[in-house]
């Protein structure tokens, strides 16, 4: 499913930029220098290689597409299908989910069903689902820090780009005169692409990251506690309550249904 509001963020602000670019100048071709783009991109791929390894890019990819797309399980539908199971146990007992629980897509809610209809203890189902909750966090969080450190390096490759292109201006000032203006331009735009990098994509990105992270931790704190209640036969009222306590109002009256 496409986040529609990430999509919308992107495309209004190039629509923007590009628009205030175009009124600002009779030949907007000006602002795009391919020097000035490779030296900030090739910088920056450079930072991530050496600061961590080359599959970090392989990364990078997977989490772009996890900002455009969204990942994981909306917490008031997990919150919804718990109530369900509580009924299906108060009918059946546990056995009861076997069918359900196979027909759960690969998650962690499907992992700690899968643990509670196999006859697990409670202390071993808490500890699985806390550590899945852990590595998550820790995943997520590496994702979030490779486009801070992305934001980071992208306004000092900008500035790179900027003494490069002085560098080859003031050479070229004693000979031939023609080419101040390209190697000003590599001077001036590798600046601009260095901190329209950092502010209009990789902190955003970051962001967004974290963001996805929090709804996604709230799903796995249902799962938890909807897990351990269902192996204490709690009853779908009191299961209900509780995992509406981690919904924000506006989702509870959807998550679940109304007394029979």
């Known amino acids: 499913m496409i986040q529609k509001t990430t999509l919308i963020g992107f495309f209004l602000g190039i629509v923007i930029i590009g628009s205030s670019i175009i009124f600002a100048t009779e030949h907007p071709i000006i602002f795009f220098n391919l020097a000035g783009i490779g030296i900030v991109l090739g910088g920056i791929i450079a930072t991530v290689i050496i600061s961590n ?41 546990i056995v009861s989910l076997d ?21 697990y203890k409670k202390e071993e189902i808490k500890a699985y689902i806390e550590n899945s909750t852990i590595e998550f966090i820790e995943r997520r969080t590496e994702d ?24 080859a201006m003031l050479h070229n000032m004693g000979d031939d005169m023609s080419n101040i203006g390209p190697s000003m331009a590599i001077a001036l735009t590798t600046t601009l692409y260095g901190v329209l990098f950092a502010t209009a994509i990789f902190n955003p990105f970051a962001d967004k990251i974290t963001r996805n992270m929090e709804l996604q931790l709230i799903h796995y704190r249902v799962v938890l506690d909807g897990t351990l209640m269902l192996y204490d036969k709690r009853n779908y009222v009191l299961i ?11 989702y509870r009256s959807m998550a679940v249904e109304d007394d029979d």
Do not use: C
């Open 53 to 93: 390894n080359f599959w970090a890019l392989l990364r990078l990819v997977h989490a772009i597409k996890g900002i455009f797309l969204m990942r994981g399980v909306l917490p008031q539908d997990t919150a919804k299908r718990y109530v369900e199971y509580a009924k299906m146990v108060a009918e059946g007992g």
């Open 99 to 119: 069918d359900t629980v196979e027909k759960l897509p690969n998650s962690i809610e499907k992992d700690a069903m899968t643990l509670l209809v196999s006859g």
């Open 144 to 167: 979030s820090n490779l486009f801070r450190t992305m934001a980071k390096v992208s306004p000092a490759y900008g500035m790179i780009g900027t003494v490069v292109g002085l560098i």
């Open 240 to 250: 209900r309550d509780a995992l509406n306590a981690h919904l924000l109002p506006k």
